[in-house]
């Protein structure tokens, strides 16, 4: 059986990203650049971290995002392409990263 590593990724993110580790590489507004912690809620534009006992909420348009899907398996991820809710995002082309 052959692994396709991209289609195992884009499977694990179209679910959803609830609970996996998340470290915000870029971002449209600064101070939230460098942010990391566990998400813990999505909607279409938005992703809320949990992050030093505060919930942040980050746009997901304009910013780069790294996250953690399993150890040893971390991702990085441009916010445009997280864009919808994940029952939507099951329906979108797969890996378009």
Known sequence: M??????YIWAKLAVG???????????????LSN????VV?????????????????????GSVFKITIEPGLTVRVNGENLLGKPEDR????????
């Open 2 to 7: 052959i692994f396709n590593k991209k289609l």
């Open 17 to 31: 990203i609830h609970g996996y580790y998340i470290e915000i590489v870029k971002s449209s507004i600064e101070s």
């Open 35 to 38: 942010l990391s912690g566990v």
């Open 41 to 61: 809620d999505e909607t279409a534009h938005m992703i809320k971290v949990l992050s030093q006992d505060k919930i942040r909420t980050i746009p997901k348009k």
């Open 90 to 97: 099951m329906k979108k082309k797969k890996y378009s990263w």
